[in-house]
């Protein structure tokens, strides 16, 4: 093993482990806004993977689309709908760890089969695409796959309207109810203020 190979190895390592300890991070974290960076960081480590395959448009795309777009917006719902709520216990909160529990172990089983019995081919370097990669991904990208392409674009509007209208009810709700307070303040100021009657004839 030469050193570019040994080197691509160690990157690739690396990379994969900090994305299998974000994701855990993810899902076991209770703090959300940190599991929100964490799913950045996440997210630049599938970049990096991407980089490593030479796919340096994916890469670019995986930056700009879930960690531009996608996670900075989930970052801003969470501070902007922050809501300080108590929360309730949650009923039988064991049996539906077990059960998820169980549904995630399966599925990293059939993972994990699909992984090692499929025989993986691996392309000669005359046969790849190289630079001509990025007009192959825009070519697919507004012909066959045009309409999820819209579709993904509608959703990401679709967050962000939704993330907007619940920070704005915050906001009406927090006017409503100082506007509420200041009149109540002022109808007691005014019963205690002595009412003059005219009584001249």
């Known amino acids: 093993m030469d050193i570019a190979l040994s080197t691509q190895f160690i990157c690739f390592v690396i990379l994969s482990s900090v994305i299998i300890i974000g994701s855990l991070g993810v899902v076991l974290i ?8 964490l799913l ?14 030479n796919a340096s448009f994916v890469a670019a795309a995986q930056i700009l689309v879930y960690v531009g777009a996608v996670n900075v917006l989930i970052i801003f719902a969470i501070m902007l709908v922050n809501k300080k709520e108590d929360l309730k216990p949650i009923k039988n909160i064991n049996s539906r760890r077990i059960i998820s529990s169980f549904i995630c172990l399966t599925l990293l089983g059939l993972l994990i089969r699909v992984d ?79 009412v003059l009657l005219d009584k001249s004839p």
């Open 30 to 37: 209770a703090n959300i806004v940190y599991s929100a960076f």
């Open 40 to 53: 950045g960081g996440v997210f630049l480590s599938v970049a990096g993977i991407y980089l490593l395959l």
């Open 116 to 194: 090692l019995s499929s025989s993986w081919l691996i392309s000669e370097v005359n046969l790849s695409i190289g630079d001509n990669s990025t007009e192959r991904i825009g070519e697919h990208l507004f012909s066959d796959y045009l309409l999820p392409f819209e579709v993904a674009s509608i959703l990401l509007l679709m967050a962000m309207i939704g993330a907007i209208v619940l920070a704005r009810k915050d906001i009406f709700s927090t006017e409503k109810s100082t506007i509420i307070i200041s009149n109540k303040n002022e109808l007691q100021e005014n019963k205690k203020d002595p």
